[in-house]
T-cell receptor, first 107, second 112 residues
Framework: ELKVEQNPLFLSMQEGKNYTIYCNYSTTSDRLYWYRQDPGKSLESLFVLLSNGAVKQEGRLMASLDTKARLSTLHITAAVHDLSATYFCAGDDKLIFGTGTRLQVFP | NAGVTQTPKFQVLKTGQSMTLQCAQDMNHEYMSWYRQDPGMGLRLIHYSVGAGITDQGEVPNGYNVSRSTTEDFPLRLLSAAPSQTSVYFC???????????FGSGTRLTVV
């Protein structure tokens, strides 16, 4: 059964700085998802990664997938306050979620 | 095109009561899933379905039943509510040929 772990669980960043969220998973997964959730809201799809070496970018966020290492990363470039949210990774076609990373960006 | 619709948005139940959380999608998606989200935690899969008449258990199925008589609807039943089922419940769907899931807005359930 797939297990998904994220770290860090909480991340406080200064605006303009770069940082990376890590997502490790336990068994083979043919896809890896990243979602964003604002407080009290539903989930918003950010990226779907389908193959080893896949890299996708949207604005200040870039996600990558290394299936051999069973690792996905979400890289934040030059953080801004609007990126403050909780970020989840999930694997498998049934969506097994990690515990999430709560990101706070401060001036 | 309404997407994934969940009703009700809020519900308070007494321990031992039963109820059904509704989930409907109008996108002709084959896959549908139910998740619960507890405070400060990720989403955990309760049940999922790959098509009408086909359902299977997820990570935390105890205390919940599902059925999938149509492609559009995937109701979640709580047979005898317990305080441990206090949570926010999300329904999601996707089509077979696509990879992204669409989520409903959630149902906030409190069991007292």
């Amino acid at each position: 059964e797939l297990k998904v772990e994220q770290n860090p669980l909480f991340l406080s960043m200064q605006e303009g700085k770069n940082y990376t969220i890590y997502c490790n998973y336990s068994t083979t997964s043919d896809r890896l998802y990243w979602y964003r959730q604002d407080p009290g809201k539903s989930l918003e799809s950010l990226f779907v990664l389908l193959s080893n070496g896949a890299v996708k970018q949207e604005g200040r966020l870039m996600a990558s997938l290394d299936t051999k290492a069973r690792l996905s990363t979400l890289h934040i470039t030059a953080a801004v306050h609007d990126l403050s949210a909780t970020y989840f990774c999930a694997g498998d076609d049934k969506l097994i979620f990690g515990t999430g990373t709560r990101l706070q960006v401060f001036p | 095109n309404a997407g994934v619709t969940q009703t009700p948005k809020f519900q308070v139940l007494k321990t031992g009561q039963s109820m059904t959380l509704q989930c409907a999608q109008d996108m002709n998606h084959e896959y549908m899933s139910w998740y619960r989200q507890d405070p400060g935690m990720g989403l955990r899969l309760i049940h999922y379905s790959v098509g009408a008449g086909i359902t299977d258990q997820g990570e935390v199925p105890n205390g919940y039943n599902v059925s999938r008589s149509t492609t559009e609807d995937f109701p979640l039943r709580l047979l005898s509510a317990a305080p441990s089922q206090t949570s926010v419940y999300f329904c999601a769907s996707r089509s077979t040929g696509a990879y992204g899931y669409t989520f409903g807005s959630g149902t906030r359930l409190t069991v007292v």
